[in-house]
């Protein structure tokens, strides 16, 4: 009967007034009520505070309090959440799992959060921390310095440092450095994007490198790869093969570019071709559009109902093809024009 009073008070008294335990154990291992610093076995406690060691199974029912030290190995069950410094196994919160560094699974009504999480990370609401790695899932969104692996997010998922992985997001995934296949609903963004990101409005950042798709668009200071879009694509720099229902723009293109409207820059090498126009400084290689416009040099073969260089260095084939660099007569004429 003492020892029954005895478990019932150690749940009663608020946590600051006791930090001693009831041990049914040999060796710190068995049955443990209250706030042992060290078990192995069941471990059943209101609110952990300075442990050390637990190893089996530790079931709590109020939020953590500090426990720079605690080592959690096993399953860690907490009415509000479970918290510790390191924890290899499964913790399950009912509002929140919180540590340093957790190897494993971790579930949480509203959110998991902390440092290093690696493993299976299940937030209701959200999943934060320095590092994600594994499997990552936030009803809401997530978010950390470092993420890796496979993240879903319901709403966003976004990384200060670098993403490395699988993302999938109903709105929108950012990050600084970030590769791999990133599918969000609404955009994705970042300095560097690198593998394959498909947007239901578009993605954009400083370096574009893989495949893209953008609902509306794709834009970049350089842009390296195949680019779909169904309004536009635009860089500073255009690499590879861009195609967009309305225009692909850019100062300096090279490679196959085509688009419904036109196509623009300053250097257009390559292969483009356009239902409207095609327009600018120095074209080079091969042209198609209703349009052409070399407003410097044009090199190649251009094909429109009207094409126009100032130097041509080629041929132009259309309705009316005007080459600056020939003599009066034959400056402007009719089905062909060409000039060495």
Known sequence: MRKLIFVLLVFLIPVHLFASSLDLSIH????????????????????????????????????????PEFTMNGLALGLVGPGA??????????????????NGLSVALIGVGGGDFHGINLGGIGVGGESLQGFSFGLVGMGAERVGGIAIGGLGIGSGEKFHGIGLAGLGIGGQDMKGIMIAGLGVGGNNLEGAFIAGLGAGGNTLRGFGFGGIGLG?????GVMLAIVGVGGNELRGLQVAGGFVGGNDVRGIQIAGGGIGGNNLHGIQVAGLVIKGKNLKGFKMAGYC????????????LINIARNLHGAQLGVFNFAGNNAWPLKLLPLLNFHK
């Open 220 to 224: 970049g200071n350089t842009v390296h």
């Open 293 to 304: 416009q070399a407003t410097e040099v044009k090199k190649g073969l251009s094909i429109a």
């Open 28 to 67: 710190h291992t068995g049955l443990s009520f209250g706030n042992s610093k060290q078990h192995t076995g069941l471990r059943i406690n209101i609110r952990d505070n300075q442990v050390k060691n637990v190893n089996g199974i530790n079931l709590t029912f109020w939020k953590a309090g500090k426990n």
């Open 85 to 102: 410094n390191v924890i290899n196994g499964a913790a399950i919160g009912g509002v929140m799992v919180e540590g340093e560094h957790v």
